[in-house]
């Protein structure tokens, strides 16, 4: 029975997904794209900078390795204000219709903020050992926060689109309310993620560094 329910589940996955392949395609590129400006950002800087960025990393590490009891539920709740504040910001904004560009730019600064991270550690760390801490410290919540992210700027990015489309206040009122819905059910998702990154992800890392 659980089998066939979750079967299901990924189908209907799948089918939203093929349906709106062109909107997905649309948001990946503004994320991909941000990415690149990051990781460009941070090896097209001058050496001051790249000393101030290797200085505030090491720091980090450093007072994150004398960092005796990390308190999980301070950092799980920083974690879910920051997907409360992504969730409504998408949600806000796509809402207004000519916000949309926002969305957008709030899928790129996100992006750009992974590509300067990745970017940032590799640059501290070196390839292999930075590499191994980004796949410790990042791939785990992202797993999950990057598909996610995508999903939420689509609905946004359809709900602009199927208002422009049709302008009846019926179809704005049912258009409003599958957006408002499916962006709660986003949000739920995302903080299973932020579970990940606080008592996951950190206990990782703080295994990671202080060894490094």
Known sequence: MKEVKRNRYLEILKDYVINNYKEYLIIVIFFILGIFLGVFFVNNIDEEKRIEIHNYLSSFITDFKNIENLDLMDILKISIKDKIGLTLGIWFFATTIIGIPIVFGIVAHRGFCLGYTISSIISLMGFNKGFLFIIISLVGQNIIFIPILISLAVSGFKFYKAILKDKRRENIKVEFIRHTVFSIVM??????????????????????????
Request: hydrophobic share 60%.
């Open 187 to 212: 949000f739920i998702i995302l903080c299973l993620s932020a579970i990940i990154e606080t008592f996951i992800s950190t206990n990782l890392i703080k295994s990671f560094i202080t060894h490094f």
